[in-house]
């Protein structure tokens, strides 16, 4: 069964250093996305990308945070500098469109810590 | 924008029925999702509504009312392996179908 990979799962970065995380979503979905989910809390979408496109990024803290897809397949989402309120999971999750009855496959997430 | 509401917590007991209520005021509604996520893993996806009415499948079913901002995930001769969080989830009609989740309501089955 197809899935959606992300590395790394675990990450431990000292405050003011740059991260990266990298996500490769099932083969063929047009629509992927990053979101950041604090523990006791549901998952915030910080961006989604439609093909190469960003479609929405409403949520992206644009100072600090970028994300890429230059292909339209894998993406990767970067911090820097990396602050102590930065320590969430990280997860990626793909579909096959926007529209309709489309749900999203997530990935293991990456667990970032910032000391 | 989305403003969704669910327990925090609940509690059943092993072999019974639970029902876990989201309720939601939204500026456009293209549909509503509910994603189960076990502790320190990734959600993954139970049902879909769009329309009013009950959908069913297998032990879990989720009701729809767009009339009233209200859903329910039903589940059925719960089980140990189904203590985990629930998360409710409402697709925009506009913004490129973004989804908002809510905070989740996690549930406890005991024995």
């Known amino acids: 069964e197809a899935e959606v990979a992300q590395s790394p799962r675990y990450k431990i970065t000292e405050k003011s250093q740059a991260v990266a995380f990298w996500c490769d979503p099932i083969?063929?979905?047009?629509?992927l996305y990053w979101y950041r989910q604090i523990l006791g809390q549901g998952p915030e979408l910080l961006v989604q990308?439609?093909?190469?496109?960003?479609?929405?990024d409403s949520q992206l803290p644009k100072d600090r945070f970028s994300a890429e897809r230059l292909k339209g397949v894998d993406s990767t989402l970067k911090i820097q500098p990396a602050e102590l309120g930065d320590s969430a999971m990280y997860l990626c999750?793909?579909?096959?469109?926007?529209?309709?009855?489309?749900?999203?496959?997530f990935g293991p997430g990456t667990r970032l810590t910032v000391t | 924008g989305q403003n969704i509401d669910q327990p925090t917590e609940m509690t059943a007991t092993e072999g019974a029925i639970v029902q876990i209520n989201c309720t939601y005021q939204?500026?456009?509604?293209?549909?509503l999702f509910w994603y189960q996520q076990h502790a320190g893993e990734a959600p993954t996806f139970l049902s879909y509504?769009?329309?009013?009415g009950l959908e069913e499948k297998g032990r879990f079913s989720s009701f729809l009312s767009r009339s009233k901002g209200y859903s329910y995930l039903l589940l059925k001769e719960l089980q140990m392996k189904d203590s985990a969080s629930y998360l409710c989830?409402?697709?925009?009609?506009?913004?490129?179908?973004?989804?908002?989740f809510g905070d989740g309501t996690t549930l406890t089955v005991k024995p």
């Open positions: 939204t500026s456009g509604f293209n549909g």
């Open positions: 989830a409402v697709r925009d009609r506009g913004n490129a179908g973004k989804s908002t």
């Open positions: 509504n769009v329309l009013d």
């Open positions: 999750a793909s579909s096959e469109g926007l529209a309709g009855a489309y749900e999203q496959y």
């Open positions: 083969s063929g979905h047009a629509t």
């Open positions: 990308f439609q093909d190469e496109s960003v479609v929405d």
